[in-house]
């Protein structure tokens, strides 16, 4: 971690960063009990933005609805908090992209029982009409147990258009649909397509419309037909549907899944042996971390002299009359509260006033690690509007 990173947040005490990128960190997390998670938190720049405060809020609401079998089950989260933050299970397991670069090209029996799961994740996202607009190997964690989904940063309900502007593409390019490459309305299909591209990476080592500059990129997608050399020729025709630039002409995940996998047999029987090997070391070497941080970059000569002339100024301001001094006590006052907050805002809780802390769902696990009654729902998302401040999830009761 870096010297300004925080020591704990909400009692989770952090001992590494994750990942780190323009919208926030994610840390590897310790609670008090023992338990690791994974922790991310919100750019404190940005927390003051209200459309970034509802996209981070909507996070939270599709991790919850993935649920712990297809995602990465959430434990504890405030959106609501100054610097919101979001706290889930750290998921024992590579990326997939991390796993392909392992063990190169995946065997079809691998790619068949990652993608039926993946499918059957989908299936249970789109059902609360939820998509999620991001899905790449970057997003796909591989477990003993089967896929897990993370990163819901630019999932929203389908249909809703509040948070993305008109015109604008929202996704990763090399992995987007042609409608979504284009601005249009993402719908489930568009998901699918994504999947198949994530299979394609996974069974060739490179995604099907390749490589290069994003513009180059979303032409191919809108224009050319995706490469599909190197696809065992039992799988390819099922990527190749899926792909298709008419979205209605796609499979359904339902469809896909059935076409992709049996169902026999535990998912880790399907995994290669280096893979394997490479969970079982992650689930070890987490118990062995400590803290690290890295020293506060050393003061400069220039950062001295400047030092040297505040000294000298303030001196100066002493030596004159009282009204003077008195303007100078004050703005040194000012000054040091000032600092006090910017070095250490989770200390100066007096002056934001925050709205009340809404629970979390009912199918999340609370932060003392005590699971909830299971009373699992679909759920549907209200009208995301940044003037609001915050969006929620409201209970159609249906069953799962």
Sequence with gaps: MTH?????IAGHRLLARLGHGGMGTVYLARTPGGRVLALKTMHAAIASDPAARSRFHLETDAACIIGGHHGATVHDADPHAETPWLATEYVLGPPLDDAVDLCGPLPETSVRAIGAALAGALTQLHASD?????????????????PKIIDFGIARAAGDDHLTRTGAAAGTPA???????TGQEHTPAGDTFALAGLLTYAATGRPPFGTGQAADLLYRIRYTE???TGLPPTLAPIIGRCLDKNPDQRPTTGELAARLHDGRGQFAD????PLLTDIARRATDVWTHHPQRLPAPAATPGDAGAHH???????????????????AVAGRVHGAGSARRIL?????????ARPPRPPLQDHCVSMSGRSRSPRWRIWTWRS??????????SATGSCW
């Excluded at 300004?4 to 704990?8: A, K, L």
């Excluded at 399907?270 to 042996?273: I, M, Q, V």
């Excluded at 250490?344 to 934001?352: E, S």
């Design 4 to 8: 300004d990173d925080p020591v704990e």
């Design 309 to 327: 002339k505040a000294v000298a100024r303030r001196r100066l301001l002493a030596v004159g009359g009282g009204s003077v001094l008195g303007l």
């Design 344 to 352: 250490a805002p989770h200390r100066d809780r007096t002056t934001v």
């Design 175 to 181: 992995y987007m649909s042609p409608e979504q490459a």
């Design 130 to 146: 939820v998509v999620h607009r991001d899905l790449k190997p970057s997003n796909v964690m591989i477990t003993a147990y089967g």
């Design 270 to 273: 399907h995994l290669p042996h």
């Design 226 to 228: 995706p490469d599909l």
């Design 384 to 393: 995301i509007r940044p003037r609001s401040r915050c969006p929620s999830l």
